[in-house]
T-cell receptor
């Protein structure tokens, strides 16, 4: 099973709402990632968790709050977002093998902020 | 991390071989090279990864010259379903490549 599952697939929220994105993998990977992707642009790294600890935060605004409750789950809590935060949010996981790192991506959550 | 440069777009016809070259002049000794494919509204999908010389798997080949300042993804006999964006990434092998930076990507359009 090489699947990373993201829920929901689509989300519409107002600027005062609080919502969460969920990501799940059962490949035993110990690194998990959040990316943001705008239309016709490459994915941009937001956060990396390694062994359930936050190891990389790419200067993401505090209205995005990641959480890694266990080795299989990754959440992204959203609060007071802006319309420019509308994008495809991608989750990925990876495991180092022989020094190489291959990431497996979910299909993403399409977020619209009104 | 080394920056990558790829052609913005390429066109091809079904059945042809497609070669997409990525430039990474500042690649470090510990960096490896990875290619991903992305279809609209889907997450990127791993294609191939290598460090030097040539790597081949069931879908593609990756050619890396001795100086490692560039790499070429080769897709044999493309079909319409290979129309996608292809990203070249350079990552740090020693740190597991966690800090991942995607380049602009190459939009490949395969015509009938």
């Amino acid at each position: 099973d090489t699947e990373v599952t993201q829920t929901p697939k689509h989300l519409v929220m107002g600027m005062t709402n609080k919502k969460s994105l969920k990501c799940e993998q059962h490949m035993g990977h110990r690194a998990m990632y959040w990316y943001k992707q705008k239309a016709k642009k490459p994915p941009e790294l937001m956060f990396v968790y390694s062994y359930e600890k936050l190891s990389i935060n790419e200067s993401v605004p505090s209205r995005f709050s990641p959480e890694c409750p266990n080795s299989s789950l990754l959440n992204l809590h959203l609060h007071a977002l802006q319309p420019e935060d509308s994008a495809l949010y991608l989750c990925a996981s990876s495991q180092r093998l022989a020094g190489l790192n291959i990431q497996y991506f979910g299909a993403g959550t399409r977020l619209s902020v009104l | 991390l080394a920056k990558t440069t790829q052609p913005i777009s390429m066109d091809s016809y079904e059945g042809q071989e497609v070669n997409i070259t990525c430039s990474h002049n500042n690649i470090a000794t510990n960096d490896y090279i990875t290619w991903y494919q992305q279809f609209p509204s889907q997450g990127p999908r791993f294609i191939i990864q290598g460090y030097k010389t040539k790597v081949t798997n069931e879908v593609a080949s990756l050619f890396i010259p001795a100086d490692r300042k560039s790499s070429t993804l080769s897709l044999p006999r493309v079909s319409l379903s290979d129309t996608a964006v292809y990203y070249c990434l350079v990552g740090d092998r020693d740190t597991g490549g966690f800090k991942t930076i995607f380049g602009a990507g190459t939009r490949l359009f395969v015509k009938a």
